[in-house]
């Protein structure tokens, strides 16, 4: 038999999800800030789209965690 769906802790784990991937943003911001001059450029890109890719995600997160906040 299935569990039933609860999804009454989603608003945390999203929130807990955001939080850390913003801590993820400002840790590839802080490497780029102090390496800047180590990297070539392809790694200093693929880490600047990294952390566009996140920022996204970070947007899509909170307009989730505002749906699920709404249902409840």
Do not use: C, F, W
């Not at 945390?12 to 001059?37: C, F, G, P, W």
């Not at 693929?46 to 965690?65: C, F, S, T, Y």
């Amino acid at each position: 038999m299935a569990k039933p769906d609860d999804r009454s802790d989603n608003v945390n784990k999203l929130q807990e999800a955001r939080e850390n991937t913003m801590e993820n943003i400002s840790q590839t911001e802080h490497y780029l800030d102090e390496h800047a001059v180590e990297l070539g450029d392809t790694e200093k890109q693929q880490l600047e789209g990294k952390n566009a890719r996140r920022r996204q995600a970070v947007q899509g997160m909170q307009e989730e965690i505002l749906d699920e906040k709404n249902q409840y």
